[in-house]
C-alpha cells in the first residue's frame, strides 16, 4: 500500500502542487507572522541594548502615572536637582550626570513643516558631551541657551545644516534656535532606532522639556572601579528613598523592550487571525480536492479492495498523501514565511526611519506552527473523505460509473444546527452577554456561521447556479457550462465557500466602516456647531497641538463668536484609566458640542470643581457634590467636586472628565489638541480661514480646515484601516481562485472521457474552452454572491450591536458589491484559463479510449 501511494503521488505530481499551494499559502502568512514578531523584537533588545550600553545604573523618579503602549506615553517625572548630590554621595559612585530625557522636541525642517518619524520618538535633552556611543560629526557643543545640537537622522530629514536657524516645538510655544552641531552614535549609525534628537543646553532643556528650572528627569550612574552594577543598584535605591526607581543598564534595556513587544505582540495577533482565514479557505480547497481525488479513484481503491487491501489500508493510503503533501507544503510555506517576515520587517525599519534590523531569525514558534498547522489542516480536511473511500465496496471495481451522489439531507440538518450555534454566540457576543469572552464569542460565532452556511450551500446550489447559469444558456457551451456547475452540488458548494469567506469578510467589514463613517458624519454635522476646525493627523504617540495664544488671538477675529481649544490625556481617574479633556471655555464647549446636562451646571468650572459624562458617574457612583481623585501625567494628585454630569456623546473625543484649564499644564501634552472656532451668522468662511492660518503659521502639525474637511479627514483614517484588511484578505481570495482552479483542473481530469465524447459530435475547441470558462464563471459569481449576502447580514448585525455606541445607520456599499460580483466573474475567466486550454487540446479518440 505504502508503493502503491508513492505511485499515485509522483502519477499526479500537477494535482499535488495544487493540492499543498492553499497549505503553503497560510503557513506562509503564520511562519511569516512570526518571523517578523521575532526579527522586531531582538530589534528592540538590540536598540535599546545599544542606547544604554553606557548606563551602570540609572535612578529615575517613580512615575505619576502608569501607562502601558497601548494607552499612550509614559512621561517620567521631574525631580529636584539635589537629588543629584545624595546619589553622588554614594559609597561606589564614580560620577553621577543628570539627564534631561523627553519625548516632544518637534524640529521644523527647511519645507517649513515638522520632521516627522512616524513610530520612534523626538526627544529633546541636554547636551551631556561625547562619549563612547555619541560622538560630534560637525560643529561644537551647545554653549548658549538658543544654540542646540541635533543627530545626523534629523539633520538629513529636515535637510538641515550647522549654521541654520530652526523652529523647535516643545511644551511651549515654538522657539528659534541655530544648529552649532551635528552627532551620531558608534557604529556610524545616524541614529538608534530612528529616533530624532535635539539636545539642548541643561538649562534650556530643564524649561523646555520639563516645564521648571533646576529640574531631571533620570540620572546616569557610572560604578566605581570593582564595584558591580546590582550593589551599586541597591546602595542607590536605599539612599533617594522610595520615591525613586533605581536600575541597571540591562534593566532599562529589558523593561525598554518589553513595552514596545506588549504592543508588538498586539500586531502578531491581528496577522495570525488573518492567516487563521487563509488556513480556513484552504481547508475548503483541501477537502474538495480530496474528494474528488477520491471520486476519481473509485474504481483503482476498489481494485485494491478486491485484492485484499483492509479498509484501514485504503484510510492509510489517501491520509499518507495528506500528510506528504502537508509536509512539503509546510516546508515550503516556512520557506516563503520567513522571507514574507524578513521583508515586512525591512519596510517596517525604512518606514520607522531606517533602524537597523538584527539578524533575520527563525524561532521555535514559526517551525512548530509551520508543520503543526500545514500536516493538521491537511490531514483534517482529507479524513472525510479517506473515510468515505474506505467504504467503497470491492464490487464497484467491476462497475463502470463513479460514487452516485448522496442525499443532503445529513448535511443540511448539520448545516442548519451549526449556523444556528453560530447565530446564538453572535447574538450572545454582540448584546453584551458573554462576560469577559466577548471577543472569543464573536470569534466563535463568526465561525460556525461561516461552516454552517458552507454546509447549507449544497441546498442551494442547485437553483442558484441555475439562475445565475440561464445568462449563458443560449449559448450551447454556455448551457452545458450550466448544467457542469450544477451537477454535483457538494463540489460547487466547497469551491464557492472558499470564495464566499473571502468575500464575506471584505463585505462585512466594508459595511461596519461605510456605516460607521456616515454615522459619525452624520452626528457631526448635526452635533458640532462650528463653521472651522483646527486638527492635526496623530502619526506617532503624541497628538499634534498647538499654542493657546491661538484662540485668544482668534477670538479678537471679527466674525468669531466661539474660540474653544480641547486639551486631552489619559489620567488615573479613582482607581480606573479614563481620557479626560480640559477647555478653554465650558460654555463654549457645550454649544460646540451640543452637550446636555443631565444634573448640575455645565457652562462654568471653577479650580477644584469637574463635569463627568452620565456613564462615567455611573460606572464611579458619582453625583452632584461627589469628590474624586485624579492623577494626571505630571504633579500630584488632585481631589475634585462633581459640579456637573452632562449626556454621553460619541464625538465629544472619548472623554468621560472635564477639568479646569489649569489642569492642562500636568498633561503630557500641555497644548490643546483641537480647537472649535463658531462663527457669528452671515460671517463667510473663506474671510475667517485664512486669518485662522495665519496665526497657525508656527504650529504647523495641525491646521484649519471647514467641518466638512475635518470630518473627511477624521473618517479618513477608516479607510487606511478597511485598506489595509482588504490587502489582507486578499490572500484568502487567491486561494480561493485557487480552489476554483484546483477543481476545474480535477474536474477536465474526471471527465476526460466525456470531453472526448462532446469533441466527437462536433463540440468545438473554443467551445470547450468557453464551457470551462462558463462553469467557472458561475462558480465564482455564486461564491460572490453568498459572500456579500452572509458579509452584509454579519456587518448589519454588528451595526445594530454598535447602535448604542453611536453607529446608528446602516449603510450598504451597493456599488462595491456589485464590483465584487464583477471581480468575480473576472476571476473565473481567470481561474478557467488553464483548465479551459488544457480541456481544449485533449486528443479525441485518447480521450475516447480513457478508461
Same mark, same amino acid.
Given at each position: 500500500?505504502?508503493?502503491?501511494?508513492?505511485?499515485?503521488?509522483?502519477?499526479?505530481?500537477?494535482?499535488?502542487?495544487?493540492?499543498?499551494?492553499?497549505?503553503?499559502?497560510?503557513?506562509?502568512?503564520?511562519?511569516?507572522?512570526?518571523?517578523?514578531?521575532?526579527?522586531?523584537?531582538?530589534?528592540?533588545?538590540?536598540?535599546?541594548?545599544?542606547?544604554?550600553?553606557?548606563?551602570?545604573?540609572?535612578?529615575?523618579?517613580?512615575?505619576?502615572?502608569?501607562?502601558?503602549?497601548?494607552?499612550?506615553?509614559?512621561?517620567?517625572?521631574?525631580?529636584?536637582?539635589?537629588?543629584?548630590?545624595?546619589?553622588?554621595?554614594?559609597?561606589?559612585?564614580?560620577?553621577?550626570?543628570?539627564?534631561?530625557?523627553?519625548?516632544?522636541?518637534?524640529?521644523?525642517?527647511?519645507?517649513?513643516?515638522?520632521?516627522?518619524?512616524?513610530?520612534?520618538?523626538?526627544?529633546?535633552?541636554?547636551?551631556?558631551?561625547?562619549?563612547?556611543?555619541?560622538?560630534?560629526?560637525?560643529?561644537?557643543?551647545?554653549?548658549?541657551?538658543?544654540?542646540?545640537?541635533?543627530?545626523?537622522?534629523?539633520?538629513?530629514?529636515?535637510?538641515?545644516?550647522?549654521?541654520?536657524?530652526?523652529?523647535?516645538?516643545?511644551?511651549?510655544?515654538?522657539?528659534?534656535?541655530?544648529?552649532?552641531?551635528?552627532?551620531?552614535?558608534?557604529?556610524?549609525?545616524?541614529?538608534?532606532?530612528?529616533?530624532?534628537?535635539?539636545?539642548?543646553?541643561?538649562?534650556?532643556?530643564?524649561?523646555?522639556?520639563?516645564?521648571?528650572?533646576?529640574?531631571?528627569?533620570?540620572?546616569?550612574?557610572?560604578?566605581?572601579?570593582?564595584?558591580?552594577?546590582?550593589?551599586?543598584?541597591?546602595?542607590?535605591?536605599?539612599?533617594?528613598?522610595?520615591?525613586?526607581?533605581?536600575?541597571?543598564?540591562?534593566?532599562?534595556?529589558?523593561?525598554?523592550?518589553?513595552?514596545?513587544?506588549?504592543?508588538?505582540?498586539?500586531?502578531?495577533?491581528?496577522?495570525?487571525?488573518?492567516?487563521?482565514?487563509?488556513?480556513?479557505?484552504?481547508?475548503?480547497?483541501?477537502?474538495?480536492?480530496?474528494?474528488?481525488?477520491?471520486?476519481?479513484?473509485?474504481?483503482?481503491?476498489?481494485?485494491?479492495?478486491?485484492?485484499?487491501?483492509?479498509?484501514?489500508? *485504503?484510510? =492509510?493510503?489517501? !491520509?499518507?498523501? #495528506?500528510? +506528504?503533501?502537508? &509536509?512539503?507544503?509546510?516546508?515550503? @510555506?516556512? %520557506?516563503? /514565511?520567513?522571507?514574507?517576515?524578513?521583508?515586512?520587517?525591512?519596510?517596517?525599519?525604512?518606514?520607522?526611519?531606517?533602524?537597523?534590523?538584527?539578524?533575520?531569525?527563525?524561532?521555535?514558534?514559526?517551525?512548530?506552527?509551520?508543520?503543526?498547522?500545514?500536516?493538521?489542516?491537511?490531514?483534517?480536511?482529507?479524513?472525510?473523505?479517506?473515510?468515505?473511500?474506505?467504504?467503497?465496496?470491492?464490487?464497484?471495481?467491476?462497475?463502470?460509473?463513479?460514487?452516485?451522489?448522496?442525499?443532503?439531507?445529513?448535511?443540511? *440538518?448539520? =448545516?442548519?444546527? !451549526?449556523?444556528? #450555534?453560530? +447565530?446564538?454566540? &453572535?447574538?450572545?457576543?454582540?448584546? @453584551?452577554? %458573554?462576560? /469577559?469572552?466577548?471577543?472569543?464569542?464573536?470569534?466563535?460565532?463568526?465561525?460556525?456561521?461561516?461552516?454552517?452556511?458552507?454546509?447549507?450551500?449544497?441546498?442551494?446550489?442547485?437553483?442558484?447556479?441555475?439562475?445565475?447559469?440561464?445568462?449563458?444558456?443560449?449559448?450551447?457551451?454556455?448551457?452545458?457550462?450550466?448544467?457542469?456547475?450544477?451537477?454535483?452540488?457538494?463540489?460547487?458548494?466547497?469551491?464557492?465557500?472558499?470564495?464566499?469567506?473571502?468575500?464575506?469578510?471584505?463585505?462585512?467589514?466594508?459595511?461596519?466602516?461605510?456605516?460607521?463613517?456616515?454615522?459619525?458624519?452624520?452626528?457631526?454635522?448635526?452635533?458640532?456647531?462650528?463653521?472651522?476646525?483646527?486638527?492635526?493627523?496623530?502619526?506617532?504617540?503624541?497628538?499634534?497641538?498647538?499654542?493657546?495664544?491661538?484662540?485668544?488671538?482668534?477670538?479678537?477675529?471679527?466674525?468669531?463668536?466661539?474660540?474653544?481649544?480641547?486639551?486631552?490625556?489619559?489620567?488615573?481617574?479613582?482607581?480606573?484609566?479614563?481620557?479626560?479633556?480640559?477647555?478653554?471655555?465650558?460654555?463654549?464647549?457645550?454649544?460646540?458640542?451640543?452637550?446636555?446636562?443631565?444634573?448640575?451646571?455645565?457652562?462654568?468650572?471653577?479650580?477644584?470643581?469637574?463635569?463627568?459624562?452620565?456613564?462615567?458617574?455611573?460606572?464611579?457612583?458619582?453625583?452632584?457634590?461627589?469628590?474624586?481623585?485624579?492623577?494626571?501625567?505630571?504633579?500630584?494628585?488632585?481631589?475634585?467636586?462633581?459640579?456637573?454630569?452632562?449626556?454621553?456623546?460619541?464625538?465629544?473625543?472619548?472623554?468621560?472628565?472635564?477639568?479646569?484649564?489649569?489642569?492642562?499644564?500636568?498633561?503630557?501634552?500641555?497644548?490643546?489638541?483641537?480647537?472649535?472656532?463658531?462663527?457669528?451668522?452671515?460671517?463667510?468662511?473663506?474671510?475667517?480661514?485664512?486669518?485662522?492660518?495665519?496665526?497657525?503659521?508656527?504650529?504647523?502639525?495641525?491646521?484649519?480646515?471647514?467641518?466638512?474637511?475635518?470630518?473627511?479627514?477624521?473618517?479618513?483614517?477608516?479607510?487606511?484601516?478597511?485598506?489595509?484588511?482588504?490587502?489582507?484578505?486578499?490572500?484568502?481570495?487567491?486561494?480561493?481562485?485557487?480552489?476554483?482552479?484546483?477543481?476545474?483542473?480535477?474536474?477536465?481530469?474526471?471527465?476526460?472521457?466525456?470531453?472526448?465524447?462532446?469533441?466527437?459530435?462536433?463540440?468545438?475547441?473554443?467551445?470547450?474552452?468557453?464551457?470551462?470558462?462558463?462553469?467557472?464563471?458561475?462558480?465564482?459569481?455564486?461564491?460572490?454572491?453568498?459572500?456579500?449576502?452572509?458579509?452584509?447580514?454579519?456587518?448589519?448585525?454588528?451595526?445594530?450591536?454598535?447602535?448604542?455606541?453611536?453607529?446608528?445607520?446602516?449603510?450598504?456599499?451597493?456599488?462595491?458589491?456589485?464590483?465584487?460580483?464583477?471581480?468575480?466573474?473576472?476571476?473565473?475567466?481567470?481561474?478557467?484559463?488553464?483548465?479551459?486550454?488544457?480541456?481544449?487540446?485533449?486528443?479525441?479518440?485518447?480521450?475516447?479510449?480513457?478508461?
Amino acid at each position: 500500500m505504502f508503493r502503491a501511494t508513492l505511485k499515485s503521488l509522483l502519477a499526479r505530481k500537477v494535482r499535488l502542487i495544487l493540492s499543498g499551494m492553499a497549505v503553503v499559502l497560510g503557513v506562509m502568512f503564520v511562519s511569516g507572522a512570526f518571523v517578523l514578531t521575532d526579527t522586531l523584537g531582538r530589534t528592540f533588545d538590540q536598540i535599546f541594548a545599544e542606547a544604554y550600553e553606557d548606563v551602570d545604573v540609572s535612578v529615575a523618579a517613580k512615575p505619576k502615572l502608569a501607562v502601558n503602549e497601548m494607552e499612550g506615553e509614559q512621561v517620567q517625572a521631574p525631580f529636584p536637582a539635589a537629588t543629584l548630590e545624595t546619589v553622588r554621595a554614594v559609597p561606589g559612585v564614580a560620577e553621577a550626570t543628570g539627564v534631561v530625557a523627553a519625548d516632544g522636541a518637534l524640529m521644523i525642517g527647511s519645507n517649513g513643516k515638522v520632521v516627522t518619524s512616524f513610530g520612534p520618538p523626538q526627544l529633546g535633552g541636554n547636551w551631556l558631551g561625547e562619549s563612547d556611543l555619541v560622538q560630534l560629526r560637525e560643529g561644537r557643543e551647545p554653549r548658549a541657551d538658543d544654540e542646540i545640537v541635533i543627530n545626523k537622522g534629523l539633520a538629513t530629514a529636515g535637510k538641515v545644516a550647522v549654521g541654520d536657524r530652526v523652529g523647535v516645538l516643545t511644551l511651549g510655544p515654538r522657539e528659534d534656535f541655530t544648529i552649532v552641531g551635528v552627532f551620531g552614535y558608534s557604529g556610524d549609525r545616524d541614529s538608534i532606532g530612528g529616533a530624532n534628537e535635539v539636545m539642548f543646553t541643561t538649562p534650556a532643556a530643564q524649561r523646555l522639556m520639563l516645564g521648571e528650572p533646576d529640574v531631571f528627569n533620570n540620572i546616569v550612574v557610572t560604578a566605581a572601579s570593582g564595584v558591580s552594577d546590582e550593589s551599586l543598584r541597591d546602595a542607590v535605591a536605599a539612599a533617594v528613598g522610595d520615591d525613586y526607581v533605581a536600575r541597571t543598564g540591562a534593566q532599562l534595556s529589558a523593561d525598554a523592550a518589553a513595552g514596545l513587544k506588549e504592543a508588538l505582540s498586539f500586531f502578531n495577533r491581528i496577522l495570525l487571525g488573518f492567516a487563521a482565514v487563509a488556513l480556513l479557505v484552504g481547508t475548503f480547497l483541501i477537502l474538495n480536492t480530496f474528494s474528488i481525488i477520491v471520486a476519481q479513484r473509485t474504481r483503482e481503491l476498489a481494485l485494491l479492495r478486491a485484492v485484499g487491501a483492509s479498509g484501514k489500508q *485504503v484510510i =492509510g493510503s489517501v !491520509v499518507l498523501e #495528506a500528510i +506528504a503533501i502537508g &509536509l512539503i507544503a509546510s516546508v515550503l @510555506g516556512l %520557506a516563503a /514565511g520567513i522571507g514574507v517576515g524578513a521583508l515586512l520587517a525591512y519596510l517596517f525599519s525604512t518606514v520607522a526611519g531606517g533602524m537597523t534590523l538584527a539578524g533575520v531569525g527563525v524561532p521555535a514558534s514559526a517551525v512548530i506552527g509551520a508543520f503543526g498547522v500545514g500536516l493538521v489542516i491537511t490531514i483534517l480536511a482529507a479524513l472525510l473523505p479517506a473515510l468515505r473511500a474506505a467504504r467503497i465496496p470491492p464490487i464497484a471495481a467491476m462497475q463502470d460509473v463513479a460514487t452516485p451522489d448522496r442525499p443532503l439531507t445529513k448535511v443540511t *440538518v448539520a =448545516g442548519a444546527l !451549526v449556523t444556528a #450555534a453560530g +447565530a446564538t454566540l &453572535l447574538f450572545l457576543g454582540l448584546g @453584551g452577554h %458573554a462576560g /469577559g469572552n466577548t471577543l472569543a464569542t464573536i470569534l466563535g460565532g463568526v465561525l460556525f456561521a461561516f461552516i454552517g452556511v458552507a454546509l447549507l450551500t449544497p441546498l442551494i446550489s442547485k437553483p442558484v447556479v441555475a439562475a445565475l447559469g440561464a445568462v449563458f444558456s443560449g449559448w450551447v457551451p454556455g448551457k452545458l457550462g450550466r448544467l457542469n456547475s450544477g451537477r454535483n452540488p457538494r463540489r460547487t458548494a466547497i469551491t464557492a465557500a472558499a470564495l464566499m469567506v473571502g468575500i464575506a469578510l471584505v463585505t462585512g467589514i466594508t459595511v461596519i466602516l461605510d456605516s460607521a463613517k456616515s454615522s459619525i458624519s452624520d452626528l457631526a454635522q448635526d452635533t458640532v456647531k462650528a463653521e472651522l476646525v483646527i486638527s492635526g493627523v496623530q502619526s506617532g504617540p503624541r497628538p499634534p497641538s498647538f499654542d493657546p495664544s491661538v484662540l485668544a488671538e482668534a477670538k479678537k477675529i471679527p466674525g468669531v463668536r466661539i474660540a474653544d481649544g480641547q486639551y486631552g490625556d489619559m489620567a488615573m481617574v479613582g482607581d480606573q484609566h479614563l481620557f479626560v479633556g480640559a477647555m478653554t471655555d465650558p460654555a463654549a464647549m457645550r454649544q460646540v458640542y451640543s452637550l446636555e446636562p443631565t444634573a448640575g451646571d455645565i457652562d462654568r468650572l471653577a479650580p477644584g470643581q469637574t463635569l463627568v459624562s452620565s456613564g462615567t458617574a455611573q460606572a464611579q457612583g458619582l453625583s452632584i457634590g461627589s469628590t474624586v481623585s485624579v492623577q494626571l501625567a505630571r504633579g500630584e494628585a488632585q481631589t475634585y467636586t462633581v459640579t456637573g454630569i452632562f449626556e454621553d456623546s460619541p464625538l465629544f473625543a472619548g472623554v468621560s472628565m472635564v477639568l479646569p484649564t489649569e489642569a492642562a499644564r500636568d498633561f503630557t501634552v500641555p497644548k490643546p489638541i483641537q480647537g472649535f472656532i463658531q462663527l457669528d451668522p452671515g460671517t463667510p468662511v473663506a474671510d475667517v480661514q485664512p486669518r485662522i492660518e495665519a496665526l497657525l503659521a508656527d504650529s504647523p502639525e495641525v491646521s484649519v480646515a471647514n467641518l466638512d474637511a475635518f470630518i473627511e479627514q477624521q473618517t479618513g483614517q477608516l479607510d487606511s484601516l478597511l485598506m489595509m484588511i482588504r490587502i489582507l484578505l486578499a490572500l484568502a481570495i487567491v486561494i480561493a481562485v485557487l480552489g476554483i482552479v484546483n477543481t476545474l483542473a480535477l474536474s477536465v481530469l474526471e471527465r476526460t472521457r466525456e470531453l472526448g465524447l462532446l469533441r466527437a459530435i462536433g463540440l468545438r475547441r473554443s467551445q470547450t474552452m468557453g464551457m470551462i470558462t462558463v462553469e467557472a464563471v458561475v462558480i465564482s459569481v455564486f461564491g460572490a454572491l453568498l459572500g456579500v449576502v452572509v458579509g452584509a447580514g454579519l456587518g448589519a448585525a454588528v451595526v445594530e450591536a454598535l447602535r448604542d455606541e453611536g453607529i446608528n445607520k446602516l449603510v450598504l456599499p451597493w456599488g462595491q458589491m456589485g464590483v465584487f460580483l464583477g471581480l468575480a466573474a473576472l476571476i473565473g475567466v481567470i481561474a478557467a484559463l488553464v483548465p479551459a486550454i488544457r480541456a481544449a487540446r485533449i486528443n479525441v479518440l485518447g480521450a475516447i479510449a480513457h478508461d
